[in-house]
């Protein structure tokens, strides 16, 4: 299984930037990928995440309104899109996966892609 994460950039508070997950050699619907991001002195933490069995989204709090996941027809390519974003939200983003829903949402998928830096000035 490999992941590949792009899409992350420079821009400014309350713009938006749409990241992709690429994602090959599941051999089945059953797994579930994730977003999660990392900030200079902070640990990681979860941003959302979508079960690719049901089709069920999730979002942390923080990101809650502003930000959408999402995946393409294929099931090959997720997406999150970014919006009204803040400084808060500068982070290394990075895609995991997991063909067990749990381990994504505990922060612990099988799998995981680069990060791709995301920086919000102010």
């Known amino acids: 299984v490999q992941l590949q994460a792009s899409g992350g950039g420079l821009v400014q508070t309350g713009g938006s930037l749409r990241l992709s997950c690429a994602a090959s050699?599941?051999?089945?619907?059953?797994?579930?990928i994730g977003w999660f991001r990392q900030a200079p002195g902070k640990e990681r933490e979860w941003v959302s995440i979508i079960d690719f069995l049901s089709d069920q989204t999730y979002y942390a709090d923080s990101v809650e309104g502003r930000f959408a996941i999402s995946r393409d027809v294929a099931k090959t390519t997720v997406y999150l899109d970014m919006n009204q974003l803040n400084v808060d939200d500068t982070a290394v983003y990075s895609c995991?996966?997991?063909?067990?829903?749990?381990?994504?949402?505990?922060?612990?998928?099988?799998?995981w892609g680069q990060g791709t830096q995301v920086t919000v000035s102010s």
């Open positions: 995991g996966a997991d063909t067990g829903l749990r381990a994504v949402i505990a922060g612990h998928p099988r799998y």
């Open positions: 050699g599941f051999t089945s619907d059953a797994y579930a």
